[in-house]
């Protein structure tokens, strides 16, 4: 989803920042101060476990933004955003996104619309995470997938079997095991290492 056009947030002065593959764009327990949009590559919020396992959630691509919702409510980031891949941010700051808002109200639409989009997924991650049987969350997830990019014939999954692993909350041999059984049940098609569902 994209949420406000490039060439308006530079026209309300948000500058370029470009991260390398790994680098945090913000970590957790910070204090928001940025709107961030993705000009060129991916970025994903994680959150850590008490025993230090990576938990996602959620993958951005361009023209998505990150990271909204603390800035509106003043308070810390809950988790951290890295660079997937070398990227390219738009970043503006607070005062500067507020002005935007006021002066195109549209704009306040459509955060809005990606605030709602991201309430829900909140919810798909809950519900993954609250299931215990691996085929199940598993399912859940490719689901999810599915749903937002309004698939409707078996598509290429994206993610690596660990990033299903930090998404789920399983360990990557168990989704290394489970999506090798969802094959033996032609539930998914696994071709040259990538999965089909």
């Given at each position: 989803m994209n949420t406000i056009e490039s060439d308006i947030l530079i026209t309300y002065g948000a500058?370029?920042?470009k991260i390398r593959k790994g680098d945090f764009v913000f970590h957790e327990n910070a204090d928001p101060h940025?709107?961030?949009?993705?000009?060129?590559?991916?970025?994903?919020?994680?959150?850590?476990?008490?025993?230090?396992k990576e938990l996602i959630q959620g993958i951005f691509h361009p023209g998505q933004?990150?990271?909204?919702?603390?800035?509106f409510v003043s308070k810390p980031y809950p988790s951290s955003a890295i660079a997937m891949?070398?990227?390219v941010i738009l970043k503006l700051s607070k005062e500067k996104l507020f002005t935007l808002m006021e002066d195109r109200p549209g704009i306040s639409i459509?955060?809005?619309e990606a605030f709602a989009e991201r309430i829900y997924k909140?919810?798909?991650?809950?519900k993954i995470l609250s299931c215990s049987d691996p085929e199940e969350k598993i399912?859940?997830?490719?689901?999810?997938?599915?749903?937002?990019i309004e698939a409707t014939e078996p598509t290429k999954i994206p993610?690596?079997?660990?990033?299903?692993a930090d998404s789920t909350g399983l360990c990557v041999e168990t989704v290394i095991r489970t999506i090798k059984k969802l094959s033996l049940e032609q539930k998914v098609t696994i071709d040259k290492h990538k999965v089909y569902y």
């Open positions: 500058s370029n920042q940025f709107y961030y949009q993705i000009l060129e590559g991916e970025v994903k919020m994680i959150s850590m476990s008490q025993d230090g933004s990150f990271g909204e919702p603390p800035l891949v070398d990227s459509s955060i809005l909140k919810a798909v991650i809950a399912i859940t997830f490719l689901d999810n997938y599915r749903e937002e993610y690596t079997r660990q990033q299903i």
